[in-house]
C-alpha cells in the first residue's frame, strides 16, 4: 500500500476545540486498480458572528491591551515620632 501525506499551515489535534475548529471528510473512490480512499482534514478560522466558524475562541488566544496610566510614585508621608531617651 501507497500513502502520501500533504500538509500546510496550522492544524490543532487535540482538546475540545478540535471539535469545533476541524471539519473532516473521508471518500473511497473505486478505480480499475483498486480502492483510492482519500481523508481530508480542513481547519475553520475563528468567526466571532459565527457564519463562516466557531464563535469561541481558541484558548491560546492573546488579546493585548493598552497599559493604564499610573500615578508617579510618590513618598509615603512620613511624621516625626519623639523618641524618649
Known amino acids: 500500500?501507497?500513502?502520501?501525506?500533504?500538509?500546510?499551515?496550522?492544524?490543532?489535534?487535540?482538546?475540545?476545540?478540535?471539535?469545533?475548529?476541524?471539519?473532516?471528510a473521508v471518500?473511497?473512490?473505486?478505480?480499475?486498480?483498486?480502492?483510492?480512499?482519500?481523508?481530508?482534514?480542513?481547519?475553520?478560522d475563528w468567526d466571532p458572528k459565527g457564519k463562516q466558524g466557531p464563535m469561541t475562541p481558541l484558548p491560546d488566544l492573546v488579546t493585548i491591551h493598552a497599559p493604564k496610566d499610573e500615578d508617579e510614585f510618590s513618598k509615603p508621608l512620613t511624621a516625626e515620632i519623639p523618641v524618649a531617651a
Open 27 to 44: 471518500r473511497h473512490v473505486l478505480l480499475r486498480q483498486g480502492v483510492l480512499g482519500i481523508k481530508v482534514k480542513i481547519m475553520l
Open 1 to 24: 500500500a501507497k500513502s502520501m501525506k500533504f500538509k500546510d499551515g496550522y492544524m490543532i489535534s487535540s482538546g475540545y476545540p478540535v471539535n469545533l475548529y476541524i471539519d473532516s
